[in-house]
């Protein structure tokens, strides 16, 4: 297997990078295209690269798909696919002093006025989009005629974190025949063995190289594993597995072991939707845009962002999700990994009234932000 830090048939440049981003840690060197990263304390200085004009080819051309269900072998590990270093020792200590890992009283004084308005799922048909947020990253996406799940956790509570503070947006009885999985990395708030036990063992599941292991132990018998940039087609839907600025840990000892990433979903002659997963910002969402231009909806994170010293290499923050969907070129944007968990410091309503303003001061048409409660649904026909 040959591993992809770069986009097949992309030449390497120098020079003039299209992201040049500052956050918190440290110095990191990404090894895509030669571009580096340059981190300091100060803040970010970012040069966007110009979104793909509508209707632009993909740049290069798309993969072939790969064949469902295929096997294949990996690395041990995919270390040198993060464009940021992990944590250190110094960055441990400090974080173990502050111990900043939720809201105080006054930022989970709002949980009340969380957005949660559950509702029947809408119909759809193969010519339109409909997602409905189920909560966190979990969306039913109906797309080309299929029902998609998309990082599906229904349990109550995950591994080190308290409760749901919503209920789940629509329950698991009421959900229509799913057609697919796909997932984003295996974080335990994306990767749910109690949830996933609930379906049938032949439902096709999308997962990132690496991980394909962990679903056939479960019983899964049609688990195609994808690298970044590859794709593969179910009933004339594609699903590309595309990068993300993140990591994947589920124990001690697999640090980085299996990939991590977004997805990139096309009907044949249809709409195309980008989910985001778990990711920091950087210069992956300007070539994801040019390699799938059109996206007509991006499904973005905009939570678990506070300390920025700890967070800033691995989840957006609310104003950096409005411009990855700019650089994406994506005509809207629906927020999310918010709402949910309480994974992180900021206060509990800070994510939305955050991305409304950001959206706002882009200059954005407000009916393409889908701020959508928990349980909501929009359609695009």
């Not at 830090?5 to 992309?10: A, D, L």
């Not at 950001?358 to 349980?375: C, F, N, S, T, Y």
Request: hydrophobic content about 40%.
């Amino acid at each position: 297997m040959t591993q992809q830090t770069h986009e097949p048939g992309s030449t390497p440049t120098t020079g003039n990078s299209p992201i040049a981003t500052t956050t918190s840690r440290s110095t990191a060197t990404v090894t895509a295209d030669t571009e580096t990263e340059t981190e300091t304390e100060t803040g970010a200085a970012r040069v966007v690269a110009a979104p793909p004009a509508p209707g632009a080819p993909p740049f290069p051309p798309l993969a072939e798909p790969r064949p469902l269900g295929e096997r294949r072998v990996w690395p041990r590990t995919f270390h040198d696919r993060l464009t940021a270093p992990l944590p250190g020792l110094k960055a441990l200590a400090r974080f173990a002093r502050e111990g900043a890992v939720r809201p105080g009283p006054d930022g989970l004084a709002d949980i009340s006025l969380l957005p949660y308005e559950p509702a029947p799922l809408p119909r759809a048909d193969p010519r339109t989009l409909a997602v409905t947020w189920a909560g966190h990253a979990s969306w039913i996406v109906q797309v080309g005629g299929l029902t998609v799940l998309t990082d599906p956790v229904w349990s109550r509570r995950i591994l080190g974190t308290p409760a749901r503070i919503t209920p789940v947006g629509v329950p698991w009885d009421r959900l229509p025949r799913i057609d697919a999985v796909v997932i984003s990395h295996n974080h335990y708030d994306h990767l749910d063995a109690p949830t996933l036990r609930r379906l049938p063992r032949g439902t096709p599941v999308f997962v990132p190289a690496g991980l394909g292991r962990w679903f056939r132990r479960r019983e899964f018998t049609c688990v195609t594993e994808l690298d970044w940039w590859e794709g593969a087609e179910l009933a004339g839907v594609r699903f590309d597995f595309v990068p993300a600025h993140h990591w994947s840990k589920r124990t001690l000892t697999d640090t980085c072991h299996s990939l991590w990433g977004g997805w990139v979903v096309t009907a044949p002659a249809g709409p195309r939707l980008y989910f985001a997963g778990d990711t920091g910002y950087g210069h992956w969402f300007s070539r994801i845009g040019r390699r799938y231009p059109g996206i007509d909806l991006a499904l973005m994170p905009i939570g678990a962002y506070d300390p920025r010293w700890w967070l800033s290499d691995v989840h957006c923050d609310p104003e950096e999700a409005v411009q990855a969907t700019l650089d994406l070129g994506a005509r809207r944007m629906a927020p999310m990994h918010w709402a949910t968990f309480v994974l992180s410091a900021e206060p509990i309503l800070e994510p939305l009234t955050r991305v409304r303003t950001a959206w706002e001061k882009a200059g954005l048409a407000q009916e393409d932000l889908w701020d959508l409660p928990v349980g909501a649904s929009r359609v695009l026909g």
